[in-house]
């Protein structure tokens, strides 16, 4: 299920997500056929590893209101900087297990390199500005915060 | 009027807040409404601050009806 504050390039779900899905329906809802070239997406995957230890499960939390709003001025700032047709991201929150998916950036351009560089972009600036938390289960069912997101450009 | 004051992940465990509402008396700035909520709890240096859902620092001020955050650095993705 979407959040009340969802728009229509943001979603933040608190069921399972679906990445093929959902670019297949927002692209034949909001994209023309023949008006973009390009098509770049990202998915992250929830790894069952992570410092070295075991993880078993996340919990992922969010600031209602304030992450859909942070996610959207993220695409407004793409929007200005590179010729984009269309930007989803979508970003679960909830209990989730390894092999879920938790996120879907995709951008849609006449080319290449503006739906490329974009959906980098977005990436890394989701990571270092939206509201999200991630708090771990580990192996012996002890519970950790992921305290920082590492620097995507120069891990 | 008031102020909402709103806690996530490791800082609403760290307070013991998850979100609750103060009065206005003696509240000018972010740093204000932290130290009404946190008592002497130190602010940890990595604390992330909104104001009405955009980030603001520590100096921000604040009036009443505004939604104050307090969080730990971003961990989505």
């Given at each position: 299920m979407a959040s009340a504050h969802s728009t229509r390039s943001v979603k933040v779900v608190t069921e399972a997500l679906d990445p093929w899905q959902e670019l297949a329906a927002y692209q034949s809802q909001h994209l023309t056929a023949g008006k973009f070239g390009a098509t770049a997406t990202f998915v992250g995957t929830m790894r069952d590893f992570n410092e070295g230890d075991d993880v078993t499960g996340m919990t992922l939390e969010h600031y209602p209101g304030m992450t859909e709003a942070q996610l959207q001025r993220i695409i407004d700032e793409a929007q200005e900087q590179w010729p984009l047709e269309e930007v989803l991201i979508v970003h679960r929150v909830g209990p989730i297990l390894p092999g879920d998916p938790i996120v879907l950036v995709a951008c849609w351009s006449a080319h290449r390199a503006a739906a490329f560089e974009a959906c980098r972009h977005l990436m890394e600036a989701l990571k270092s500005r939206a509201p999200f938390w991630k708090k771990e289960t580990l192996a012996d069912q002890s519970h950790r915060w992921v305290e920082k997101n590492t620097d995507g450009y120069h891990a | 009027m008031a102020i909402k004051v709103k806690c996530f992940a490791s800082m609403r465990e760290y307070l013991d807040l998850s979100e609750r509402e103060i009065g206005i008396?003696?509240?000018?700035t972010v740093a204000d409404v932290w130290r009404a909520v946190a008592g002497d709890k130190p602010m940890p240096d990595n604390t992330l601050c909104a104001v009405n859902q955009s980030q603001a620092n520590a100096a921000f001020s604040v009036s009443s009806g505004d939604e104050v955050a307090f969080f730990p650095p971003v961990t989505g993705g």
């Open positions: - | 008396d003696g509240i000018s």
